[in-house]
């Protein structure tokens, strides 16, 4: 008999656990970061088990490594905090690092690849990457290569971006049941938002659960 959860099983289990995880969290403070960042490490948690159990039961090697971008030329999909907590990050780069980021930010709509992405073809910043980044595993770096310029390619990622994405939709529904805003953005054009009406007016709106961008 097979002990193992069923798929949907799982993934309700991990939209549960992180609905729970993020309304204790809410229940205690309304920075956007710590509530962010709580998510994130959980992401990053389901990313590393799963990897693990790929390359050590299954034999899977994961091909990414500092360096290959190929998934960083999509829309990235996130929440309102981590765009915030992504604008906060900039502020710890030197100021020609910040100035070339938010270059890239303004000049998003001519460009596929993600402002993030810097000239060394590494995430400039890394520790607090979006949830969707972090589940991105790869076991062929080549296929993300070819799916680049072809769509229909299916790629050959892990069931990591599955499984976060279950825990993303516990902590979207934790944050709209708290009256915070659940919409989900996409990184580039909302981080060019951000940038023209600053990080505290951007915090003002999270904590008063006011969209960033217009429906
Ligand atoms: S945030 Fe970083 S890891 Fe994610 S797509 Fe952008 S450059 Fe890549």
């Not at 920075?31 to 959980?42: K, P, Q």
């Not at 693990?52 to 090697?61: F, K, M, T, V």
């Not at 990622?157 to 934790?174: M, P």
């Amino acid at each position: 008999m097979d002990d193992e959860p069923e798929d949907d099983e799982l993934c309700v289990e991990y939209e549960t656990e992180q609905y729970e995880s993020t309304t204790a969290i809410l229940a205690t403070t309304a920075d956007f970061f710590r509530v962010t960042v709580n998510f994130l490490h959980a992401a990053e948690d389901v990313a590393a088990m799963v990897r693990a159990s790929a390359e050590e039961n299954e034999g899977q090697r994961v091909a990414c490594k500092a360096g290959c971008s190929w998934c960083c030329h999509q829309p990235v999909e996130v929440s309102a905090g981590e765009v915030l907590v992504v604008a906060l990050a900039t502020l710890a780069l030197e100021d020609a690092g910040m100035e070339a980021f938010w270059d890239r930010v303004a000049d998003h709509e001519n460009r596929l690849a993600c402002p993030a992405l810097g000239p060394d073809g590494r995430c400039s910043i890394y520790p607090v990457r979006p949830a969707m980044c972090r589940a991105a595993d790869s076991f062929d770096a080549g296929i993300c290569k070819a799916a680049l310029s072809d769509p229909k390619v299916p790629g050959r990622f892990s069931e990591a971006s599955e499984l976060v994405a279950c825990r993303g939709a516990g902590h979207i529904l934790a944050l709209e049941d708290r009256g915070f805003d659940s919409r989900i953005y996409v990184l580039a054009p909302t981080l060019a938002a951000v940038g023209k009406m600053g990080l505290p007016e951007a915090e003002r709106r999270w904590r008063a659960g006011q969209p960033l961008l217009p429906d």
